[in-house]
């Protein structure tokens, strides 16, 4: 009797820590993200007062709708989409390059000091990003300290202070999650607009 006892425990404890984690820890994992991309879109909004940029220019209402289109689709940013969209970006047919490159000319258009501050409230949006997809994934707890061991040396040899979480950033292809993200809100925004003409 007492093995069943036992048997039974360990049942229960076995489901409650599979919600704690799977609905629980899931949850949390996901409005702490959007936790985060809120606070960057305030700081930018409170740094585009504060340096005098006008809401109208390109390289704010970029990264501003760069920053929306991740609130609004964080809960698709998962380990699993990221390897999909991997394997298939060229299926899905996004030219990340053409988007890194118009964002950058967005902020080409801005002051030096000003265009630095954009790119960093955009490198820390890809750090949250990839903080977030590295937290959802416990093989990713294992593997990513061994990447970021195996680019330490080799960024100190080129003489470059290396950061943890950029190195993630940078490894997961965020940017493709970013892209993603991007294009459904175009077609979200374009669908609207037909439905609005009919």
């Known amino acids: 009797m007492s093995q ?3 048997i039974l425990t360990l049942g229960v404890g076995l489901f409650s820590l599979w919600v704690l984690v799977f609905v629980c820890w899931q949850q949390y994992r996901l409005d702490s993200y959007r936790q985060k991309l809120f606070s960057l879109r305030h700081e930018l909004f409170q740094y585009a007062i504060e340096a005098n940029i006008p809401f109208d220019t390109l390289g704010y209402g970029s990264l501003r709708t760069r920053i929306n289109a991740m609130i609004r689709f964080a809960h ?3 380990t699993f989409r990221l390897l999909l969209s991997m394997l298939l970006c060229r299926v899905v047919h996004l030219d990340l390059v053409a988007m890194e490159r118009e964002f950058s000319q ?4 801005l002051p030096d000091e000003q265009s630095e501050h954009l790119r960093d409230i955009h490198t820390r949006m890809a750090k949250a990003t990839a903080t977030h ?3 959802g994934q416990p093989a990713l707890w294992v593997l990513m300290p061994l990447l970021i061991l195996v680019q330490l040396p080799i960024a100190l040899l080129r003489g470059v202070r290396p950061s943890p979480r950029l190195t993630a950033a940078k490894e997961l292809r965020v940017d493709i999650m970013e892209a993603q993200a991007m294009k459904a809100q175009q077609e979200d925004e ?6 609005a003409a009919v």
């Open 4 to 6: 069943v006892g036992a």
């Open 190 to 195: 374009q669908m609207q607009e037909a439905l």
């Open 106 to 109: 967005a902020l080409c258009s």
């Open 133 to 135: 997809i590295i937290s």
């Open 76 to 78: 698709r940013v998962t």
